[in-house]
């Protein structure tokens, strides 16, 4: 069954706490993206990943960081930097080719007490 | 730089009723445009997409057409059902080897019995 996982669907942290949201995919992309979404914001890129052990910053990269040390995974850290961290995050990644469809997981929601 | 505006929401409407979600976009070359849906509580999912002017994306009943003159990607359903009540969103990128997509705001649509 081909697809993104993400991991927990919702999360709970306290305020200062970092976290760490985890993205697999099973798809074969080379690049996975990580997305913000707030209520009526839409969504922003926070970080993008074209091959492993590649990542560049997305629009608000601030008080995030990631890795990507296997082609499948591609998990975010929110730190204790990151202001206004409770939100709705959402991994991504890109068929490439001709395509250019970007596909969805499930996403993960974070609160942050 | 790049753009895409979205009509405010939420749009609310009875079943069987017309459907346009109007969506516009800024780009200073020629962008691929999508339509993503969002159910409550999950990920996007793509409904449809355009890679070049005139191009017509129709999928699940819903259709969008490419139109270069007036820079839209107008979404349209002919009749719409309890079921098709989501967030809707219009994006566009340029594809290539990056594909960062650009979100608009997002419109939720409600459709009552």
């Known amino acids: 069954d081909g697809g993104i996982t993400q991991s927990p669907k919702y999360l709970f942290r306290k305020e200062g706490q970092n976290v760490t949201l985890s993205c697999e995919q099973n798809l074969n992309h080379d690049a996975m993206y990580w997305y913000r979404q707030d209520p009526g914001q839409g969504l922003r890129l926070i970080y993008y990943?074209?091959?492993?052990?590649?990542?560049q910053k997305g629009d608000i990269a601030e008080g995030y960081s990631v890795s990507r040390e296997k082609k499948e995974s591609f998990p975010l850290t929110v730190t204790s930097a990151q202001k206004n961290p409770t939100a709705f995050y959402l991994c991504?990644?890109?068929?490439?080719?001709?395509?250019?469809?970007?596909?969805f997981g499930p996403g993960t929601r974070l609160t942050v007490l | 730089g790049d753009s895409v505006t979205q009509m405010e929401g939420p749009v609310t409407l009875s079943e069987e009723a017309f459907l346009t979600i109007n969506c516009t976009y800024t780009?200073?070359?020629?962008?691929?445009l999508f339509w993503y849906v969002q159910y409550p509580g999950e990920g996007l999912q793509l409904l449809l997409k355009a890679t070049k002017a005139d191009d017509k994306g129709s999928n699940k009943g819903f259709e969008a057409t490419y139109r270069k003159e007036t820079t839209s990607f107008h979404l349209e359903k002919g009749s719409v059902q309890v079921s098709d009540s989501a967030v809707y969103f219009c994006?566009?990128?340029?594809?290539?080897?990056?594909?960062?997509?650009?979100f608009g705001k997002g419109t939720k649509l409600s459709v009552k019995p």
């Open positions: 991504a990644t890109l068929a490439g080719g001709s395509y250019n469809e970007q596909f």
């Open positions: 780009a200073t070359g020629y962008p691929s």
């Open positions: 994006a566009l990128n340029y594809g290539g080897s990056q594909g960062n997509l650009i």
């Open positions: 990943s074209q091959i492993v052990n590649d990542f």
